[in-house]
């Protein structure tokens, strides 16, 4: 099993910049990659970045070259850096990880103000 908790979530302004974190606990040796979700007031749920066990790094074209995701050393801290915020990027953003199994965060309120 494994646990995942996000954190960081906000309120900042249009343009501004936060750093969303997803704590992972338990069995991450099992995990293939870990994935950044959001989900707009009104829309589906929706993929923004990726990031591999082995490092490959992939981005949603609504984020690409806004948003930046990483992780520390020890691969159990997967973070996202969203910059240049839009008022399109309000939303819950949840942390996903997968290797033989899905596991899902509880998700962080992010909020865009103009």
């Known amino acids: 099993q494994v646990q995942l908790v996000e954190s960081g979530g906000g309120l900042v302004q249009a343009g501004g910049s936060l750093r969303l974190s997803c704590a992972a606990s338990?069995?991450?040796?099992?995990?293939?990659?870990m994935v950044w979700y959001r989900q707009a007031p009104g829309k589906q749920r929706e993929w923004g970045a990726l990031?591999?066990?082995?490092?490959?790094?992939n981005y949603a074209d609504s984020v690409k070259g806004r948003f930046t995701v990483s992780r520390n050393n020890a691969g159990n801290t997967v973070y996202l850096q969203m910059s240049s915020r839009k008022s399109e990027d309000r939303a819950v953003y949840s942390c996903?990880?997968?290797?033989?199994?899905?596991?899902w965060g509880q998700g962080t309120q992010v909020t865009v103000s103009s």
């Open positions: 996903n990880a997968y290797g033989t199994k899905h596991y």
């Open positions: 338990g069995s991450i040796f099992s995990l293939n990659a």
């Open positions: 990031i591999t066990r082995s490092g490959t790094k």
